[in-house]
């Protein structure tokens, strides 16, 4: 067992994070502006509710907390939810401000959330990139304040790595659309829309190229990489998405309808393949995401598959 400190716990991906390091049984300090109604958390995490970027406040906290890991998620998580000034000053300054703080007290392994958006898709001036599925070799080319911020925190994380060598272990992730476990159960999802609406609709999917994750294997995916860390070469970023695409058609079908020119790059895209790799994450880590629409979804699916298939007009794909 190990203290794990996670800052934002309370949100989207930190409570099932909070909830399933704590389940395989490390003792978890939560850390976060809000806090998460005590009973909705698994017995024994400790919640801290402060705001991370008062000054010091990070320092203290990890002095005081001693974790043997940190897993930082604390961002404004929605691109163009806040104005791009402070999406940008917000995001980064958090992610200094924990890896350094964390860094200067000698916690021996500091992990940092970026995102999927670092390469640029859904850029209204266009964006093609040089190949499907796109891995952690795809070139980034953020084009908005978010994934600016979030190619920082990564970058943040590799300075520190660079200049610690191999004294503390560090790492980063990118966690695709994530779907937290009421989310199955109909509740919105980040973007306001129920999973049945997005299945049945690509249009909500496609500027995310049909990439989403289960909440609860990205924890299992964190739990594996802090296992694996001291083990694997320092400073990496990880893709973490599910292993088929939210989509209910073959990307090579769906893609070059919303992104024309990508007929032959995405032709490979067949079956349920997603866009995205985690095979680097597969190799590595030896991790695998056991959560997917298809398995989730199951009630809807048998209860409502006439919706779903009417609206999304791809009826033997969804079943
Ligand atoms: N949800 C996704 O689909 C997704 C995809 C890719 C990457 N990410 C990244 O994963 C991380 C978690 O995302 P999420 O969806 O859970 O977001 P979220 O908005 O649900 O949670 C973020 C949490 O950070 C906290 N926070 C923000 N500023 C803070 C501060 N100054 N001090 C303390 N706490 C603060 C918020 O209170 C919130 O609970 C973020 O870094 C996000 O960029 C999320």
């Known amino acids: 067992m190990s203290r794990i400190l996670v800052t934002g716990g309370s949100g989207r991906l930190g409570r099932s994070v909070v909830a399933g390091l704590a389940r395989s049984g490390h003792q978890v300090v939560s850390v976060d502006r809000d806090g998460v109604p005590a009973g909705l958390l698994p017995p024994g995490v400790v919640q801290e509710t402060t705001d991370l970027l008062a000054p010091g406040e990070a320092l203290r906290l ?10 930082h ?41 970026s995102s999927p958006t670092v390469l640029g898709y859904g850029c209204p001036a266009g964006w093609l990139p040089p190949s499907f599925p796109l891995d952690e070799r795809t070139p980034p080319k953020p084009w908005n304040a978010y994934a600016l911020s979030k190619l920082i925190a990564e970058q943040t994380m590799q300075m520190f790595a660079a200049a610690q060598g191999e004294k503390i272990r560090y790492a980063a992730f990118r966690p695709c659309f994530v779907i937290s476990p009421e989310e199955w159960e109909g509740a919105p999802t980040q973007q306001g829309h129920t999973l049945a609406e997005r299945l049945a609709d690509p249009a909500l999917s496609a500027p995310a190229l049909f990439n989403y994750v289960d909440a609860r294997d990205v924890a299992d995916f964190l ?60 190799e590595l880590l030896g991790w695998q995401p056991k959560r997917s629409w298809r398995t989730e979804l199951k009630s809807i699916l048998n209860d409502d598959a006439s919706t779903l298939v009417t609206a999304g007009n791809r009826g033997k794909e969804a079943s």
């Open 73 to 113: 998620l604390a961002a404004i998580a929605v691109p163009f939810s806040a104005p791009e000034d402070v999406i940008f000053t917000t995001n980064t300054r958090l992610a200094f401000a924990v890896i350094s703080a964390a860094t200067q007290v000698g916690v021996p392994k500091i992990v940092t959330a």
């Open 223 to 282: 739990d594996l990489l802090l296992q694996k860390m001291p083990d694997i070469p320092n400073g990496e970023t990880f893709f973490v998405g599910a292993a088929d695409a939210l989509a209910t058609a073959p990307l090579a079908e769906l893609i070059p309808r919303f992104l024309p020119g990508c007929e032959a790059l995405s032709a490979g895209l067949s079956g349920t393949s997603p866009a995205f790799s985690i095979a680097k994450a597969q």
């Open 62 to 71: 990890i002095e005081a907390t001693k974790p043997d890991a940190v897993i």
